[in-house]
T-cell receptor
Framework: DTEVTQTPKHLVMGMTNKKSLKCEQHMGHRAMYWYKQKAKKPPELMFVYSYEKLSINESVPSRFSPECPNSSLLNLHLHALQPEDSALYLC?????????????FGQGTRLTVV | LAKTTQPISMDSYEGQEVNITCSHNNIATNDYITWYQQFPSQGPRFIIQGYKTKVTNEVASLFIPADRKSSTLSLPRVSLSDTAVYYCLVGEGAGNNRKLIWGLGTSLGVNP
């Protein structure tokens, strides 16, 4: 199983809503990532979890709150988002957290904030 | 600050070899060069990674000169399904804060 599964695939939310994005992998990877990708731009790193601990937060606004309940799961809690937060949110995992380790990406959640 | 530079777009025809070059003048001694492929509305997919000289797998080859300030991704005999964005990445930072830096990507169009 070399899959990273993200749910939901699409999400539309209002600016006052609270929602969560979910990510799951069963490859035994110990690093998991959240990326944000706008149209025609490269993915932007948001958070990195290594061995279930937050190791990198790329100065992401607090309206995005990551959570790693266990080594297979990664959540991104969303609250009071702005329309400019609309983007493709990608989850990835890798065997370890180093930059030279192959990362496996999910299909992403297409988020629209209205 | 490590960064990569690659062409914004390229066009090719089916059956041709495509070479995409990436510049990474400030690559660190212990950094590898990694390439990912991304189709529209999908997550990126790892293609190949190398440190020096030449690496080949079933999908592509990666050529890295001795000074490692650039690298060339070579896709042999492309098909329509190779139409995608190709990203060149190197590392940045130190210790637990090391992470990959994504280039802006090269949009490859393959024509029949």
């Amino acid at each position: 199983d070399t899959e990273v599964t993200q749910t939901p695939k699409h999400l539309v939310m209002g600016m006052t809503n609270k929602k969560s994005l979910k990510c799951e992998q069963h490859m035994g990877h110990r690093a998991m990532y959240w990326y944000k990708q706008k149209a025609k731009k490269p993915p932007e790193l948001m958070f990195v979890y290594s061995y279930e601990k937050l190791s990198i937060n790329e100065s992401v606004p607090s309206r995005f709150s990551p959570e790693c309940p266990n080594s297979s799961l990664l959540n991104l809690h969303l609250h009071a988002l702005q329309p400019e937060d609309s983007a493709l949110y990608l989850c990835a995992s890798s065997r370890t957290g180093g930059p030279n380790t192959e990362a496996f990406f999910g299909q992403g959640t297409r988020l629209t904030v209205v | 600050l490590a960064k990569t530079t690659q062409p914004i777009s390229m066009d090719s025809y089916e059956g041709q070899e495509v070479n995409i070059t990436c510049s990474h003048n400030n690559i660190a001694t212990n950094d590898y060069i990694t390439w990912y492929q991304q189709f529209p509305s999908q997550g990126p997919r790892f293609i190949i990674q190398g440190y020096k000289t030449k690496v080949t797998n079933e999908v592509a080859s990666l050529f890295i000169p001795a000074d490692r300030k650039s690298s060339t991704l070579s896709l042999p005999r492309v098909s329509l399904s190779d139409t995608a964005v190709y990203y060149c990445l190197v590392g940045e930072g130190a210790g637990n804060n090391r992470k990959l830096i994504w280039g802006l990507g090269t949009s490859l169009g393959v024509n029949p």
